[in-house]
């Protein structure tokens, strides 16, 4: 691998900017991370998911433990995962955007309460709800490890991939998308 423009000096700013460019190399499916119950709900973007194990059904996302949506995932010990398809980067931006709060994010967004009362967005690909089983603090973010609940999974083939700064679309069948989403139930854990 060629190192020409790459320069990494020990200064702490100056390697964090390093790492973070680093890790835009890294393409990863975006998700929102829903919390919270009533009217006290908020959500954010996410890149950082990811299984942990199948037996038993286990799920990872790491969150800067100043995000609102830690503090809600902590206090109510649940949170919701939605996969966003192709077609949501405006609900990826939605809910990254650091001057809408809490609720606001999702005004106008097609959304239910799952029966663990957890939001949980139309349209998703996937939604899982998730009742925390483990929260692993380190540095800025807290690791949180989710045993499911409930899942529901579209008919629909498509993805939303943030790389190298990015969103990037997968689509690999667009006459699904043009069919009425439905919403299949796979499964109800325990």
Known sequence: MARADFHL????????????????RLAG??????????????????????????????????????ASSFALIERHRLFGVNILGSDQHGIADRFSNARLKGGQRFDGIEWIPGASGVPLLGHSLATIECEVEEIIERHSHGIIVGSLLNFELSPRLSGLVYWNGQYIEIDS??????????SVPLAHVR
Do not use: K
């Not at 000096?9 to 835009?24: I, K, Y």
């Not at 069948?173 to 439905?182: I, N």
């Open 9 to 24: 000096v020990n200064e702490t700013d100056e390697f964090e900017q390093q790492f973070r460019l680093v890790m835009r």
């Open 29 to 66: 499916g975006v998700s929102i991370i829903t919390a919270g119950h009533g009217n006290d709900i908020t959500g954010m973007t996410v890149t950082s998911l990811t299984s942990l194990s199948a037996t038993p059904p286990r799920l990872l996302v790491s969150i800067n433990r100043q």
């Open 173 to 182: 069948d667009s006459d699904l998308d043009q069919l009425a989403e439905v």
